[in-house]
């Protein structure tokens, strides 16, 4: 008979080769470790920890937030067969793609200026970075102002002084979107923008001058030379924006509500108000879980073209 020490020494060795392996890469980067662990705990708990009880949740019916039968697909299906599902994923793809039209290549050609100046630059920073400190919320009722169908609106006022008839604008659903999107970028295009300012001051000198000896206009010297430099940053916050205006419900709540019949309408605001105002929280986590699927789809696309890029 086998004593105990002499059973499967073959199956100990690997086991002991990889424990010591582990303890070898702890005692290695014990300091980095330090350093990410509580950054590992916080993810877990606030990122992680939410999306995995979304997920489950999605599949309960939910009395309040605690979840009773589990209903399967159900939540799912109820949400896609709702009438209103299919204009409201619209929607959101047309938040984008507006964003995309409007809110995507200012910030980009605001720093090139601003990277091509020789005098006012800092001023000129803090203007594009000022909106971004004014709190969101009396941004959008700022803004809402400035819509304003009635008379004392402030684009009224100033089609009544030319002589034009006053527009219904956030009431008008072809107008909704479009001019929420012009809100988002006003609010937030400072930010981004002093990003690819950061980026633009990072292009090695030599490559301008190179390309000035060579008479290049600057026009010639922004496509050929900035451009191909700060590409990477150019994709990555491209996608963050995608996936940033995907998740959009703070402006149309509080500018339109959504409205005009549905009209301004996004998933996640959907999501908020399947939740908090017909309190049916499992079909609010369903739609919640289907935008993450959408925004995974996002991210792997952008993860291909990286590489491609490197």
């Known amino acids: 008979m086998l004593q105990p020490s002499m059973r499967n020494p073959a199956r100990s060795a690997p086991r002991r080769s990889i424990a010591w392996r582990l303890l070898g890469v702890l005692r290695t980067d014990v300091t980095a470790w330090l350093l990410a662990v509580p950054t590992i705990i916080l993810f877990l708990v606030f990122i992680w920890q939410p999306i995995g009880s979304e997920i489950y949740q999605s599949f309960f019916q939910m009395q309040g937030f605690a979840p009773t039968n589990f209903v399967g697909l159900s939540n799912y299906v109820n949400v896609v067969q709702n009438t209103a599902f299919e204009q409201t994923l619209l929607n959101t793809v047309y938040y984008v793609l507006w964003s995309l039209i409007i809110g995507w290549p200012i910030p980009l050609i605001t720093a090139l200026i601003i990277n091509e100046m020789r005098h006012f630059r800092a001023f000129f920073k803090f203007a594009v970075y000022f909106p971004a400190m004014i709190p969101s919320i009396a941004s959008y009722m700022l803004w809402e102002f400035v819509y304003s169908a009635g008379p004392n609106g402030l684009l009224n006022i100033g089609l009544r002084y030319l002589g034009l008839a006053p527009s219904q604008w ?141």
Request: no cysteine; glycine share 8%; net charge neutral.
């Open 170 to 310: 956030l009431q008008n659903a072809h107008l909704t979107i479009p001019l929420i999107v012009i809100t988002m970028t006003w609010a937030g295009f400072g930010g981004t923008t002093l990003l690819y300012l950061a980026s633009l001051q990072g292009v090695n000198t030599e490559l301008y001058e190179a390309a000035a000896i060579d008479g290049a206009s600057i026009f010639r010297r922004v496509w050929n030379v900035a451009l191909p430099q700060i590409a990477s940053i150019v994709l990555l916050l491209l996608v963050l924006q995608i996936i940033g205006v995907f998740q959009t419900y703070l402006q149309p709540m509080v500018m339109t509500s959504g409205g005009p019949n549905d009209a301004s309408m996004t998933l996640l605001l959907e999501s908020y108000y399947y939740a908090f105002r017909y309190f049916d929280v499992g079909q609010s986590m369903a739609i919640g879980v289907i935008t993450l699927i959408l925004l995974l789809g996002v991210s792997l696309v952008y993860f291909r073209l990286q590489k491609k890029l490197d």
